[in-house]
């Protein structure tokens, strides 16, 4: 009897210690030092949840005086996030130390766990940026020479992937899909980019289009065969052709994930568009339609989060610093009604704004009762400060980090909010300065 107990007791110890292992595998720790980076910075989610749940104030990083941090935070499975403008392939039980500067990607240094992987990734093309077509460098005389440039880069990408140690099969799988997928946005970006840096107009630029789409057709139909596959929508690239290669056919189950994706996407874009939280209640019987549980989970989290604040609640109060350092909350200014203009010294949109912000704040300059407060959501900020000074900007120059406004649920800017003299909401999308409703919607209050 005693030496069934005994035995009994040994394999719970096990168990108990098979569990304390695998909880503490749960566990990413990062540590090291940042440079160019404000003082708080997010190790934000590149999955493609990245634009589906609502902001989260997890993973953020305070760098000591010394610009050093060490953060750790749960993950049950690998996943790709991004710090600063480097990408990142994070596995559970990851222990790096790092160097990451945010105005040179390339510097970053690695050392422990998944090491070599994150080195590989400081390379990676810029979707948005055209991929392998790198803002133009690539572009030739001819479509065919621009399309060799292209792959010739897509050849580079995977001799260094394959000389990439240490890096899991997952891992390279994922890659070589991201390759494959640069290449065929690289290939949808050549025409514009081309064009645009040829100097081509009217019948030389319809003449090289139709060249150059001619040239591609061949090369996107290689590219794209059999690469309909949900597990790349991780990937920022592939989401952005998946549309066009389901086009093509693939298994039944990949397409509806990535339909559902599309679907879901641009279901939270529209329910952030709402202003009055009365009227997200038909968004419920959409969201039960997408037929994805991860998708559906994500976007009910969403609407929970967007149905929970919004038009003629109290606004949520939250602690900035203006151009002097100062700590100061937005709840300071209640009595009067608070138009907010968020921006970004990197959003086009947002600087196109800034003039017609100027001069609507300039109409009510001798109004005691309104306050026009510019929010930045620069990560860093020096150029948020170079920017106010050199427009030579006044009053209420403000700055934050993203992170703190979750409530808000601020994804894209340019983008504006405004409270009444009750500090209630009265819009979470206020019309922009450059809007004649602007000035209607803050006289209507100051009433």
């Known amino acids: ?63 000591d005086a010394k610009s050093s941090f060490h953060i750790r935070f749960k993950l049950s499975k690998p996943n790709y996030f991004r710090l600063g403008r480097n990408i990142l392939y994070l596995s559970p039980g990851d222990n790096l130390e790092m160097f990451v500067d945010y105005n040179d990607p390339i510097a970053a240094t690695f050392k422990g766990n ?3 992987a994150n080195a590989y990734l400081r390379s990676t093309p810029f979707p948005k940026g055209g991929s392998f077509i790198e803002a133009g460098s690539q572009v030739k005389e001819s479509p065919e020479a621009t399309i060799n440039a292209i792959e010739a880069q897509a050849d580079i990408r995977r001799k260094d992937l394959a000389n990439t140690k240490n890096a899991t099969a997952e891992f390279k799988r994922l890659e070589n899909a991201r390759i494959k997928a640069d290449l065929i946005n690289s290939f949808y970006s050549g025409e514009d980019y081309s064009i645009s840096i040829l100097r081509l107009k009217d019948d030389k630029a319809k003449e090289f289009s139709v060249a150059y789409n001619k040239a591609i057709a061949p090369k996107l139909t290689f590219y794209s065969k059999d ?49 009055d939280k009365s009227q997200l209640a038909p968004f419920k019987s959409k969201v039960a339609a997408i037929k994805t549980p991860e998708l559906k989970n994500a976007v009910n989290q969403m ?18 610093q203006d151009i002097s350092g100062n700590q100061i909350s937005l709840s300071s200014l209640k009595g009067k009604v608070i138009y907010v203009d968020l921006w970004a010294t990197w959003c086009g949109p947002c600087m196109q704004e800034m003039p017609h912000f100027e001069k609507l704040k300039l109409k009510y300059k001798d109004n005691p009762n309104v306050v026009f407060i510019s929010l930045s959501l620069d990560d860093t900020i020096s150029p948020w400060k170079a920017s106010v000074n050199e427009r030579k900007a006044d009053g209420y120059q403000w700055q ?21 003299k009750n500090f209630k909401m009265v819009d979470m999308n206020a019309p922009m300065p450059s809007a004649a409703e602007a000035q209607q919607s803050i006289d209507e209050l100051l009433k």
């Open 1 to 63: 009897m005693t030496k069934k107990l005994n035995t009994l007791l040994c394999f719970c110890l096990l168990l108990f210690t098979a569990a304390s292992a695998q909880k503490k595998n749960e566990w990413v720790s990062l540590k090291g030092q940042l440079k160019n980076f404000s003082n708080q910075v997010q190790v934000e989610d590149l999955s493609e949840l990245q634009y589906l749940l609502p902001p989260t104030t997890e993973r953020i990083i305070v760098p």
């Open 303 to 320: 609407l929970t989060r967007q149905m929970a604040f919004g038009k003629g609640d109290t606004a949520v109060d939250f602690v900035a």
């Open 114 to 116: 998944g090491a070599q």
């Open 227 to 275: 690469f309909v596959d949900a597990s790349f929508m991780k990937l920022v690239v592939y989401r952005d052709i998946a549309s066009d290669l389901i086009k093509n056919g693939g298994k039944a189950a990949d397409i509806q994930h990535i339909k559902d994706w599309y679907t879901s996407y641009s279901m939270v874009k529209a329910m952030q568009r709402v202003s």
């Open 400 to 420: 934050i980090n993203r992170a703190k406004l979750q409530d808000y649920n601020i994804v894209g800017i340019p983008r504006s909010l405004l409270i009444d």
